[in-house]
């Protein structure tokens, strides 16, 4: 029951004080989930981040549900995600109460564009961990490159290209480069198992049966001298 109330009101906490979206909560799930709990490992939250993008449904809920299910199973993935709906659900019904003057408070518009300038940390920060604790690999890296490099020029060039795609892309690059590896390894393994001699341990069967047939033959020439 612990366990539950921990959930709840982390999952509270974080959605109450995240503003920007879900990849403004990357950073706060990071930090109570990774960092502090160690409930999840730096992989898996990296993995975790990839299918909530690509799955439908906001980020912010599908890690929600996630992290509340890898805890808590079923009964934990309800509470998560309930729990992180609640500030949003609660804030945006009071501000649409009196949206109209919500928006001609200047200090309510001044404070936002503070937040704004917040979020941009947040996200940047969290987008710099994972990038350091990923591994290096080759691949790993050129295709980091390659989507920085597109998401920049489709940017400057005003091209709309969804975020999912980016996802699916390098989804589909990740299966290509573990097919050709499983092959490749799998034609390794059936050229060494070609290359063994047909007599397995004892290889050199043909010759000793040559010995022995030579001995054989001595012998039996010996035997006829003798006689």
Not at 66 to 79: H, L, Q, T
Not at 170 to 183: D, I
Request: contains cysteine; glycine residues 10%.
């Amino acid at each position: 029951m612990k366990k539950y109330i921990i959930l709840f009101f982390t999952m509270l906490k974080i959605g109450l004080f995240t503003f920007g979206g879900g990849y403004a909560m990357i950073a706060l799930l990071e930090n109570e989930f990774v960092s502090k709990k160690k409930w999840l490992g730096d992989d898996e939250f990296a993995d975790m981040i990839a299918v909530a993008e690509s799955t439908p449904g906001p980020i912010a809920v599908n890690a929600a549900t996630y992290i509340g299910y890898k805890v808590g199973k079923v009964a934990g993935g309800i509470i998560c995600t309930v729990a992180v709906c609640i500030p949003s659900f609660v804030i945006i019904y009071l501000v649409s109460l009196f949206f109209d003057r919500f928006l001609q408070i200047s200090a309510v518009a001044s404070a936002f564009k503070g937040i704004q300038a917040c979020v941009i940390f947040l996200i940047f920060s969290a987008g710099l961990n994972m990038f350091i604790k990923m591994h290096k690999t080759v691949f790993n890296i050129v295709l980091f490159i390659a989507t920085a490099g597109c998401m920049v020029a489709f940017s400057l060039f005003a091209i709309n290209f969804s975020s999912v795609f980016y996802i699916l892309i390098s989804g589909v690059a990740g299966l290509a480069v573990y097919l050709v590896r499983f092959l490749s390894e799998r034609k390794k393994k059936s050229d060494e198992i070609g290359s063994k001699p047909e007599g397995g341990e004892k290889g050199e069967f043909p010759d000793e049966k040559a010995e022995i047939n030579d001995g054989a033959g001595g012998n039996k020439e010996s035997k006829e001298e003798e006689r």
